[in-house]
């Protein structure tokens, strides 16, 4: 089955103090043809200019909300520009641009309206063993509190149809979005599918990713945020 | 006397609160409310709440209220922390509609 025109596909990040990695990142997107949008979360380095140079359509929170405010801002503004399809992608770097065709073709050919990127079906190079460890015990808590047959519960690579970024309204402003995601998904019914992707760990993209106490706390965000409305 | 007069008027107090909170925050609505009229109950029947008390092993009935008030403050506390999270929520949209609207008016 044919992929979206790429016009129609929008990419979009959220990136904090990303300076060092952000315009290879840009660029390396950018090569797919897709529009790509960049949601700059107050950082104190230069992340804005650089991506921008890169070619990457930058929108700046006037101060620092966290990754979940900064995808949804980035979801808002993609679906105002009329997007057709939606992937979301990582600015540290870990993710291959190369896998934005496959999820693409996943939405399309499967009929679903969210392609969540499995690293456990594809690959993970140089994932250290306490890390998988996390990942696993994460997945079992997503099956058992959402109900999604996945095997990658916190994957920043996913790509959706209009009507699934539609569904989707984050209101976990830090680490707790990638498990409302996933909530958000199971309670609106509509089709899921996942698609094998890659993940590079690097020195980099490990320091910036989340320990056992982020872990704590993403549970005390949602256990949180279920009791006001 | 006048103990329990001013503690009755706090736990109306705590009362009043509780039910101008339940709409943004059921459970904690629940949880105040619960523990004003348990408050309320030990305040006017301390007898109650020595044997309550004797029940679950405290000693004394005295401590049980104190022990009742500190559940009080750690729910208001609760309360607090949730209703900073709702502000942080509207700050978190108005952030997005500036962000938003400067990147559409200079693209």
């Known amino acids: ?229 | 006397m006048i103990a329990q007069l001013l503690l009755t008027m706090m736990l109306f107090g705590i009362l009043l609160y509780a039910t101008m909170t339940y709409r943004q925050a059921p459970i904690i609505g629940f949880l105040a409310v619960a523990s004003a009229f348990g408050g309320l109950v030990f305040v006017w029947f301390p007898s109650y709440a020595t044997r309550l008390a004797e029940l679950v092993g405290i000693g004394r009935g005295v401590d049980l209220i104190l022990y009742t008030w500190v559940v009080i403050s750690l729910i208001m506390l609760l309360n607090l922390h949730l209703k900073l999270r709702a502000q942080m929520e509207l700050i978190t949209l108005l952030a997005r509609k500036i962000a938003i609207a400067d990147t559409t008016r200079t693209s």
């Open chain 1, 1 to 229: 089955m044919a992929l979206p025109a790429t016009s129609n596909v929008w990419v979009v990040m959220a990136a904090y103090n990303e300076a060092k990695v952000i315009a290879d990142v840009v660029a390396d997107v950018k090569s797919t043809g897709h529009g790509v949008v960049v949601v700059d979360d107050g950082s104190r380095d230069n992340t804005a200019e650089r991506a921008a140079a890169a070619g990457a359509i930058v929108i700046r929170h006037p101060i620092n909300l966290g990754q979940g405010a900064a995808l949804q801002t980035a979801l808002d503004f993609a679906l105002a520009q009329g997007a057709g399809f939606v992937v979301t992608f990582d600015a540290d770097g870990q993710h291959r641009a190369a896998d934005i065709a496959a999820l693409l073709a996943a939405l399309t050919s499967r009929n679903a309206d969210f392609a969540l990127g499995s690293r456990f079906l594809g690959s993970a190079v140089d994932m250290p063993l306490q890390r998988r460890l996390l990942l696993t015990a994460a997945v079992w808590f997503t099956r058992l509190t959402t109900g999604l047959r996945i095997t990658d519960s916190h994957n920043g690579l996913r790509a959706m149809t209009r009507r699934g970024a539609s569904a989707i309204h984050l209101r976990q402003n830090r680490m707790a979005h990638a498990s409302e995601i996933l909530h958000q998904i199971a309670a609106s019914d509509l089709p899921y599918v996942e698609t094998p992707v890659t993940i590079h760990y690097s020195a980099y993209s490990m320091a910036k990713g989340q320990t056992l106490f982020d872990a704590l706390l993403i549970i005390l965000d949602l256990f949180a945020r279920r009791l006001h409305r």
